[in-house]
């Protein structure tokens, strides 16, 4: 039975907001290992695996414990739903602290943000595909996330620059303004823009409220992708910004005050989960609202990228929300933009076909130019580079590519807001210090007996520069957007199982006795730098 082609821009038309398509399996594909040593895209994807046997035992009864682990989970998923309705941010965020799976805390945090809408529900109902609304008639829901006393103490207190931090903003007779005089935003003339009628944006506050750095820093690892914000601060009867899409899964978090918004269908196929941001439209160009309704203090909206949007303050009240962001450019043809190369270099260097030269008189009968002509040396030159491309998927190097992908991720990770308990067994807690003329309690104090693991899940990773593989860390961070390079050193060939066994044993802690390498005291030194570089902490 020939199936009918049903277009993506066509399913957002025909969705209906009831509906609830059934779940897909994911179709995987997994490359397969070869024994020889290959370069790909600069990424060697072969290297020594020594005391394979050593591990067997141990890597074993881990798989055992992340097997009860996710029976649990599973177990848990009313309890955790149940755990999300009323609590309050900062009770919610001093039980998470105690929560030993990074993972967990992700899933429980997320749970939290969308209650009562069922995670699993979401994503394969919503996400992607329809915005949604959220009304809690509980107005104290997100209260602690960021306040309008905040931003103004941030205005005082840190060096917040027009342009770069802050943007003061107007939308008044079709017409988007932006204010910014150059310099520091300084409260005198942050709040005079204000009181004359713009809205004020803060671009990073996950730079200036830890808060923030630490709902972020805990979502990134739920998404698997970058997750940010922007905090907007509007007057009552105004507006801020012209309609526009955005090229991210936009959560609009409301945390005082109320705001009348506007959502649309995106206009067209190319404009369905686009991946740039639009420009700003004219309400003519828009059509009639999906979804028009008054967010007020505790609601959410979420709608996906190409959706367009609008909010403007009603006469009565002020306005302020938060929006959190996730998934710029993590599209399976983001993916496919590093994967594709790199599988042009290694079948240019294992099959002859793609080396051979281009007909001698190919620029007379290709190109623009010809594209009219009637010639069929155009129909052999066409289905030449179909045959090439064919078999180019025999030398699609996947994992490679998913490193370069995660490299790039890593880069963007905010580092993680430790708990009390994580600092004071890390090296962000050791007690070395300067006291009565002297250094004291120097050293790491780490032995075979000592327990070990991760101290996040997705805080290190390893990936090949081509000529040495090396440990990626998300530790050394900063809060704010790569400010700092990502930082990364090399992993000795003898190291790499072991590393191997860390980063699969999480959550779980292990003896450096257990790690796979060497003698005692080569273990111990791996311990020592990996705690040094703040990636591993104790039990």
Request: with cysteine.
């Amino acid at each position: 039975m020939q199936r009918q082609h049903i277009s993506a821009f066509a399913l957002y038309q025909t969705l209906s907001a009831n509906s609830s398509p059934p779940a897909k399996k994911a179709a995987l594909q997994v490359t397969s290992k070869k024994k020889k040593k290959k370069q790909e895209n600069g990424v060697v994807t072969s290297k020594v695996h020594a005391n394979k046997s050593v591990i067997k035992a141990e890597r074993k009864k881990i798989r055992k414990a992340a097997s009860r682990g996710l029976k649990e989970e599973e177990t848990n998923n009313t309890a955790d739903q149940e755990c999300a309705n009323g609590e309050t941010l900062e009770v919610l965020l001093a039980d998470l602290a105690s929560v030993n799976n990074s993972r967990e805390r992700a899933s429980k945090l997320f749970q939290w943000l969308i209650s009562p809408v069922p995670a699993k529900a979401f994503f394969r109902d919503t996400w992607e595909k329809k915005p949604i609304l959220i009304q809690r008639k509980n107005p104290d829901y997100y209260k602690g996330l960021f306040s309008t006393a905040e931003f103004d103490r941030i205005l005082r207190e840190d060096d917040v620059q027009y342009g770069v931090n802050l943007d003061d903003t107007s939308y008044t007779d079709g017409k988007r303004e932006t204010h910014n005089p150059p310099g520091r935003a300084l409260p005198f003339t942050v709040w005079d823009f204000y009181e004359a009628g713009c809205s004020l944006r803060l671009l990073n506050p996950q730079a200036f409220s830890s808060t923030v750095w630490n709902v972020l820093s805990i979502l990134q690892e739920k998404f698997g992708s970058m997750a940010g914000a922007n905090v907007y601060l509007t007057p009552a009867g105004t507006q801020g910004f012209a309609p526009h899409y955005d090229d991210i899964e936009a959560f609009v978090v409301q945390l005082e005050g109320k705001k009348h918004w506007r959502v649309y269908s995106p206009r067209s196929a190319e404009e369905v989960l686009p991946v740039f941001s639009s420009p700003n439209f004219d309400q003519s160009e828009i059509g009639t609202p999906i979804l028009e309704v008054v967010l007020e203090a505790g609601d959410l909206l979420y709608f996906p990228r190409g959706f367009i949007h609008q909010g403007d303050c009603l006469p009565d009240s002020h306005s302020l929300h938060i929006t959190v962001s996730s998934y710029q450019r993590n599209s399976w043809g983001d993916l496919l933009h590093k994967l594709l190369p790199a599988a042009l270099e290694v079948a240019m260097e294992e099959d002859v076909e793609f080396r051979q030269g281009l007909p001698l008189d190919y620029l007379t009968y290709m190109g623009v130019q010809n594209s009219d002509e009637d010639d069929p040396r155009r129909t052999a030159f066409v289905s030449k580079i179909e045959s090439l491309t064919k078999k180019l998927a025999n030398h699609l190097p996947v994992d490679a590519a998913v490193d370069l992908k995660a490299r790039d991720f890593l880069h963007d990770c905010l580092p993680p807001k430790l708990s009390a308990d994580e600092v004071s067994s890390s090296v962000y807690g050791a007690a070395a210090r300067w006291e009565n003329g002297r250094v004291k309690d120097l050293g790491s104090n780490i032995t075979s007996k000592t327990e070990v693991r991760l101290l996040r899940a997705g805080c290190a990773r390893l990936g090949s520069d081509g000529e040495a593989v090396h440990l990626y860390y998300t530790t050394d961070n900063s809060r704010v957007y790569h400010k700092e390079e990502l930082k990364s050193f090399e992993i000795e060939s003898t190291h790499l199982d072991a590393v191997e066994f860390l980063i699969h044993s999480y959550p779980e802690y292990v003896t450096v006795g257990s790690f796979p390498c060497g003698a005692a005291d080569d273990k111990i030194a791996l311990a020592e730098l990996l705690f040094e570089k703040g990636i591993i902490h104790t039990e």
